[in-house]
């Protein structure tokens, strides 16, 4: 009895001691995730160098940057390989919100016990919280100290040169002469750089460096937060909030969405964590089609498709390239329907629709692209249905079907066309800009030959006026 009244009591001062170690250790608060955030985990755990965390207000992005920060200045990261004396900047948009953000979480996670030093550029250095840091000296378990420097981006960039650097978190979305610069500083030492941030400035330079880029660029990777994620926020409030927002606002403060690209988006349907998977090998069966747009200078934009049983399409491969010839992207065609052991004709032809334009013979040709195909065993067809405003409607209705379940499936490696279903928008006139949309033409043209009704989406006069014009020129032209 004695024995037992002993352990107990023992349990007790270890769950104390826990408890109290929890208290004074925001870090080992964090860690211990009595309420997990999966995201914030998410983040952790990613082995990439460059990642960024498109996040609402108080989601939670700013505490995974900080803690990251901590984890590599302490040397104790639970999913990296951990250095001793790393050297690190965290970058503010300004001193002031340097201060009242990333210093103050910085600071939270630190404890006071893990500092060797604090140098200030203002302010008493026995209260650093209330002054603007320099930087902080921390303790590396593995030996060593480590530095945690502070910049903040109306310095200018000059004021980022020089140093090399393990690691750099930007708080908020930088200038992208500093983001280029912050990128020379971790070169060589291979070091990570990561950003938190709310994207309200629009389709800027990290839109299209990072959202756009992740499937091209192997070390970039994001994930967006929302409130919802966040378990530590009050539903209630959470509603209240929203509801006093319109939706522009809402999707970059709540949702952390590229507001205005979401407003002005072609495919707004098109979600990449839905649509875009894993490769898999497709059953001979399935093998449907090779649809083509055609270019030299311009990428020549080649997708294979493949059809289940229950009529979901899968683009499963890609070839696109620009500045080469006819014989290279036949040669592609062929190498990739090998790897892919893609069905042909009696004679062992390849088959492919292409678009139309490929049957004209240009200036510096006497023949056609199509004749040229022809000749090197691609049989390709041009008869193609390009009405452009229908096709768009088609595209819609694979991407998301009246049941709200797309019909529409994406293999990661097509990282052009998914690339392009990101970044493609409306532009004057009722018309998508004509930017980077060679896959999204021969998509189009392949699913308009699905047997599918699109959906009835009633035109406007200016879309039919362009209609009645492109009509009355192709007469013009015989």
């Known amino acids: 009895m004695t024995e037992n009244l002993k352990e107990i009591v ?42 960024w965390v498109f996040g609402g207000n108080r989601s939670g992005k700013t505490e995974c940057g900080a803690v990251e920060c901590v984890y590599m200045a302490r040397g104790i990261h639970p999913y990296r390989q951990n250095r001793k004396n790393v050297c690190g900047w965290v970058v503010s948009l300004s001193q002031q919100v340097q201060r009242d953000v990333a210093q103050k979480k910085i600071l939270h996670y630190l404890r006071p016990d893990w500092i060797e030093d604090v140098v200030m550029l203002s302010g008493r250095k026995d209260a650093p919280e209330h002054g603007v840091i320099d930087f902080i000296r921390v303790k590396n378990v593995l030996g060593g100290s480590s530095v945690i420097g502070f910049k903040s981006c109306d310095q200018g960039r000059e004021k980022f040169q020089g140093a090399s650097l393990d690691f750099v978190w930007f708080d908020e979305e930088p200038p992208e002469d500093i983001y280029a610069e912050c990128r020379m500083r971790v070169l060589d030492r291979k070091g990570d750089l990561f950003g938190t941030m709310t994207p309200l400035k629009g389709l800027t330079f990290v839109y299209n460096e990072i959202f756009l880029n992740r499937r091209r660029d192997p070390e970039v990777w994001y994930e967006f937060m929302e409130w919802s994620d966040n378990p530590y926020l009050d539903r209630g409030e959470v509603e209240a909030l929203a509801s006093g927002m319109d939706e522009h606002v809402l999707q970059a403060r709540r949702y952390g969405r590229f507001a205005t690209a979401a407003a002005g988006l072609v495919y707004p349907e098109f979600d990449e964590c839905i649509h875009v998977i894993e490769p898999f090998p497709v059953p001979k069966e399935w093998q449907d089609n090779i649809s083509i747009d055609p270019g030299l200078n311009n990428p020549l934009s080649a997708h294979w498709y493949a059809v289940d049983f229950d009529d979901n399409v899968y683009v499963v ?31 062992g032809r390849i088959c492919a629709l292409i678009d139309s334009a490929a049957k004209q013979r240009t200036l510096g040709s006497v023949k056609s692209v199509v004749e040229l195909f022809y000749e090197r065993d691609i049989l390709v067809n041009p008869d193609v249905e390009k009405d452009l405003f229908s096709g768009i409607a088609r595209v819609k209705s694979y991407l998301k079907q009246d049941n709200g379940q797309p019909n529409l499936y994406i293999f990661n490696n097509c990282v052009n066309l998914i690339s392009e279903l990101k970044g493609y928008y409306w532009g004057s006139g009722d018309v998508p800009r004509k930017v980077n949309d060679h896959s999204l033409d021969e998509m189009r043209y392949y699913l308009m030959t699905r047997p599918k009704n699109a959906p009835n989406v009633p035109k406007t006069a200016i879309q039919k006026d362009k209609e009645r014009l492109a009509r009355k020129l192709r007469r013009k032209r015989g």
């Open 317 to 347: 491969y890609e070839h696109y390239e620009a500045g080469r010839d006819i014989d290279y992207h036949a040669n592609a065609i062929k190498e990739i329907c090998q790897k892919l052991e893609w069905h042909t004709d009696g004679r």
């Open 10 to 51: 023992e349990r007790l001062r270890r769950v104390e001691a826990e408890q109290k170690k929890r208290r004074e250790s925001p870090l080992a608060t964090y860690n211990a995730g009595e309420k997990k955030h999966e995201k914030q985990l998410a983040f952790h755990r990613c082995p990439k160098r460059n990642r």
